[in-house]
């Protein structure tokens, strides 16, 4: 039995623009889901352990124009020290442990470079020579050396060295803290500059001021940069865990959540009677980039009035007009002997007519005025910045402008709104501290010359009621630089200063909230287990190292710590969330990498080269290694775009590009139909130097059959053919030469010697293909065989080893869990209905729990997480901020088992909870995306036996031909949009 359309009444709550009331947004910001929280008190002390990694984006950034990268080990936030090791392993004469090495301690002694192991968190193993065999890393050859090693290498004789091994307790969950300490949503307008509010109430990791590792660092805690609350005339607090001043009292507690773009702290501590919480926020509108890019913040403090009588509060946001702990190194114009202050020193600069910058010494104490305004990074004890002159706008917004041509160039405003009275003032933050505690308003005014601005917005709430004070930061900072080329931020052919977004924002917040609510209401308020709920939205976190240019270019950084441009084989592991959300970010890229496609029609890998070093002079250039996944990605794009977004004009654009893209493939397709000793995103396992791999296999198999796909839509019957036979051939090398019976696996290279190894993520590009509507490419049977072996061959216990069985090769990289493996092993067997969901989804939770649920640290996720053989198990190790663990968003796909054939009109769902046919199933509710589309199904059994589905939408519009859940069709067409849905009766 169907039912007709019907409307849902929260959801038309929720979407509703504008008009909003205090009630409103009270009810709107109640209503965001946190599924993680942890708690940061005023006596909690947090301390910095080395954690082993190969390379990692670090908390401060000490060069410009150059990789955020720390290599070796990175300080990390732990409770406590890891604890000193245990036991000293024998020491072992004349042997030597290859590998492992972390760093190198030189001119020192055994006993010595026995304690530093003993005395260090990452070291597990050492190898002592008195006299270096060769110079190696530090090491001088000939003199004595320590070599510190992360893991234990078996020992291999080598005479003139001593190693030895240290046993330790392993740093774990219990010594982790709480979320929000190491990493937080980053808030701020999409693609135009974020900045993170974390769990003790600090704003860090600024990049507003087009902070990019072609340009500045980013900026590191600016502890000045403080909210506060007043409540009746006794109680005023910074709303800081530690503030930067004692006298300043601080909350306490705070309690943290996190949901992309949102983050929420609840004040401990507040008087009886009030709840405070402070929400940070910025916009996110599926498929509207140009409304998502607003350079904006909103921080909205929710006062909640449980006691009996009305009570006066009041918000407080300090902005300073300088940077804390940054160096700039311009040319020097003068030095100012009378500034021995960093306030003094601004107010120096903003008096020079030359001055447009500025640093101080505190350990000096010198102040340096400069002549131009250079990129700036960390550097402890230095306080730097531009020309900062403030003003009051006829609306009340309070501005600080930073005069100049360069990057670092803009402005910032601070405009309030919510409450009965706003009030503004400049002059020291302990100034305007003091006014604001003493009154809850600013009454010192507002001064052009002054090192901080504040804003304070005020008002009445009633017994029972709830009063929400929102203060909105904008920012505009025109110039965004790639190394010297000015590109420009598309936000500068909207807004012509900050004062523009902030009043923007301050009178949408409401609509910006029903923005968010229909992301987080499908992913949020699904029955997908908590791990992967909260994985996903947080994986929006991603969105920080994109870069909208002014002519309307999309360009991403691999990562900040890799620094090469629009990578076609990350993006591709990381782009369902884009091609959803913003489907234009994804086709600026296409088309970018297509005007760069080389001569003999390879896809080049990256648009900019590089990673832990210096920045390619080059922009918009094809270079990088010759790969399997990068030509194959790019066709598996178009077939996306047409049967997800039926963007038929731009694939019949560049599908001769594609077509280009696939002879190159057929002709380096070799070896029984297979790619031939290319390069992968698994770059260092080396696949490259084989002559078939199972996992380029599967990228030739996918892409063939794609492109027979886009030909067909084409109308080219004889490429439909010749891409089908390629796609058999590749089949057929697969089943014939890559299939080991006596494995129950494919192989994953194929070497007569030594062939017996086993890779995790063999089947990521059938994975895309179920994704994409192309089904199983292989014997089904074997795949699902495959996926046993793998699943205990490959275990560890956060989640798969990425290879295994090889005899030769980098051993300790193959011990370690590459973040999309597990993920893509639990969406194949979902896929093809092989073992149970809870097997499917044990498998791939593992890294997801414990990113989630252990190490506290979602909102920067690793690419490869530590196995469980070192001192860190289970840790945060190579690369930050990734890609890789987005794959997840192919298993919340399965999960519902969406083909969607936008192009042919064709919605089917197969969702999967429990067993395979309807009247098994639990009740569930699953999401569902498409470009610009996101929704949720769900279903439950009634009490006469039969089965209710439905299909709801939350954002965008939907026109289909069929809609089917198990192959049972709904009764008529469906065109749906935001806050509709259709039901039937099974």
């Known amino acids: 039995m169907a039912r007709m359309m019907r409307q849902i009444a929260a959801f038309v709550g929720l979407l509703a623009v504008g008009g909003a009331t205090g009630s409103e947004l009270s009810s709107s910001l109640e209503q965001l ?106 090491c001088v050859e000939g003199k004595p050396c320590c070599f510190l090693k992360a893991a234990v290498p078996d020992t291999k004789p080598s005479p003139g060295l001593t190693s030895g091994t240290v046993s330790r307790k392993p740093l774990g969950k219990d010594q982790a803290p709480p979320p929000g300490v190491r990493s937080a949503p980053p808030l701020g307008g999409l693609a135009a500059g974020t900045m993170e509010l974390r769990g003790d109430g600090t704003l860090t990791a600024w990049t507003t001021e087009n902070n990019s590792p072609a340009g500045s660092a980013k900026l590191s805690k600016q502890r000045a940069a403080m909210f506060g609350a007043r409540v009746g005339s006794g109680w005023a607090r910074v709303l800081q865990t530690s503030p930067l001043d004692p006298e300043m009292e601080g909350v306490e507690s705070l309690t943290f959540g996190g949901s992309p773009p949102t983050t929420r702290l609840q004040v401990g501590g507040a008087p009886a009677g009030m709840e405070v919480t402070l929400y940070g926020y910025s916009r996110m509108a599926t498929g509207n980039m140009e409304r998502s890019h607003l350079p904006a913040i909103a921080f909205s403090m929710a006062f909640k009035n449980t006691g009996s009588t009305a009570q006066e509060v009041s918000a407080f946001f300090n902005l300073p007009a300088m940077n804390e702990n940054t ?295 094809g270079c990088g290694r010759v790969m399997s996944d990068c030509s194959s990605m790019y066709i598996i794009y178009l077939l996306e775009l047409l049967r997800w977004n039926n963007d038929q004009d731009f694939v019949r654009t560049w599908y001769p590009t594609a077509r280009r893209a696939a002879e190159w493939q057929i002709s380096v397709s070799t070896f029984h139909g297979m790619p031939t000793k290319l390069q992968t995103t698994y770059d260092v396992l080396g696949m490259q130097g084989y002559d078939a791999v199972a996992y380029s296999t599967m990228f030739q198999i996918t892409c063939m059959k794609a492109m027979a796909e886009l030909a067909a839509f084409m109308d080219l019957p004889s490429d439909v053919e010749r891409y089908n036979n390629a796609a058999a051939a590749a089949v057929e090398g697969m089943e014939t030469v890559l299939w080991q019976d006596d494995m129950k696996a494919y192989q994953a290279y194929y070497e007569p010697a030594n062939g017996r190894a086993i890779m995790a993520d063999t089947f990521y590009a059938q994975v895309l293909a179920h994704s994409v509507g192309l089904g199983t490419l292989v014997n089904e049977t074997r795949l699902g065989m495959h996926l046993d072996t793998e699943a205990v061959t490959n275990y560890d216990p956060f989640g798969l080893k990425i290879l295994t069985g090889r005899t030769h090769g980098n051993s300790e990289t193959e011990k370690d869990i590459w973040m999309m493996a597990p993920a893509d092993h639990a969406a194949a067997m979902l896929r093809i209905r092989h073992g149970t969901v809870e097997e499917a989804l044990e498998v791939g939770g593992r890294p997801y729990k414990r990113l989630t649920e252990d190490i506290n640290d979602v909102w920067n996720a690793c690419g490869i997480m530590r196995g469980n053989y070192t001192t860190f198990p289970g840790s945060n190790f190579d690369t930050a901020h990734y890609g890789y663990y987005m794959t997840i968003w192919h298993l919340m796909l399965a999960m519902s088992d969406q083909i969607i054939d936008v192009h042919a009109g064709t919605f089917a769902f197969s969702p999967v909870t429990s067993g395979p046919a309807p009247a098994q199933q639990q009740p569930f509710s699953l999401p569902v995306m498409l470009p610009s589309v996101l929704g949720f199904v769900n279903g439950s059994k009634l009490q006469d036996g039969s089965y209710h589905v439905g299909f709801c939408l939350t954002a965008g519009t939907v026109n289909a031909k069929t809609v089917s859940w198990w192959g049972r069709q709904y009764p008529s067409s469906v065109h749906l949009t935001a806050g509709e849905c259709i039901d039937m009766r099974l």
């Open 327 to 621: 160096e700039r190194h311009g040319k020097v114009l003068s030095v100012d002997p009378s500034a021995t202050s960093p306030e003094a020193c601004l107010s120096s600069c903003n008096k020079a007519s030359q001055c447009q910058s500025w640093e101080f010494s505190k350990a000096e104490k010198k102040c340096s005025l400069q002549a131009d305004s250079r990129d700036y990074a960390f550097e402890d004890g230095t306080t730097s910045g531009t020309k900062a002159l403030w003003k009051q706008g006829a609306g009340g917004c309070l501005t600080v402008n930073k005069p100049g041509m360069g990057p670092m160039n803009g402005n910032y405003s601070l405009c309030g709104t919510g409450g009965s009275s706003l009030s503004a003032g400049t002059g020291t933050h302990k100034d305007l501290w003091a006014q604001f505690a003493g009154t809850g308003k600013l009454s010192g005014g507002v001064s052009t010359d002054a090192p901080h601005g504040a804003m304070a917005v005020s008002g009445t709430v009633a017994s029972g009621d709830t009063l929400v004070l929102t203060i909105t930061l904008g920012y505009f900072f025109p110039l965004h630089n790639y190394l010297d080329q000015v590109l420009g931020n598309q936000y500068a052919n909207f807004f012509q200063d900050s004062e523009g977004p902030a009043l923007e924002l301050a009178a949408d917040l409401v609509g910006t909230l029903a923005d968010i609510h229909a992301i987080h209401r499908p992913i949020l308020g699904s029955t997908l287990p908590t791990w992967m709920s909260d994985s996903l939205v947080a994986t929006l976190h991603h969105v920080r190292s994109a870069m909208w240019y002014k002519d309307g270019r999309w360009r991403q950084w691999e990562a900040y710590d890799c620094v090469n441009m629009d990578s076609v084989h990350n993006d591709g592991e990381r782009h369902i969330p884009y091609i959803m959300l913003f489907p234009e970010s994804t086709k600026s890229k296409v088309e970018a990498w297509g005007r760069a496609q080389a001569s003999n029609g390879m896809i080049h890998e990256q648009l900019a080269c590089g990673c832990q070093g210096g920045i390619d002079s080059g922009f918009e250039h």
């Open 33 to 138: 889901i946190y599924l993680n929280k942890g708690t940061v008190s005023k006596d909690d002390t947090f301390v910095l352990v080395d954690q082993t990694s190969d390379y990692w984006e670090p908390e401060n950034v000490t060069r410009s124009r150059y990789a955020w990268a720390d290599l070796g080990t990175v300080p990390m936030p732990y409770t406590t020290l890891a604890e000193q090791c245990e036991s000293l392993g024998p020491l072992v004469q004349g042997t030597d442990r290859e590998g492992g090495d972390y760093r190198q301690v030189v001119n020192t002694t055994l006993e010595g470079c026995q304690k530093t192991c003993c005395d260090e968190a990452s070291c597990q193993s050492f190898v002592y020579a008195s006299a270096s065999p060769s110079s190696f890393g530090s």
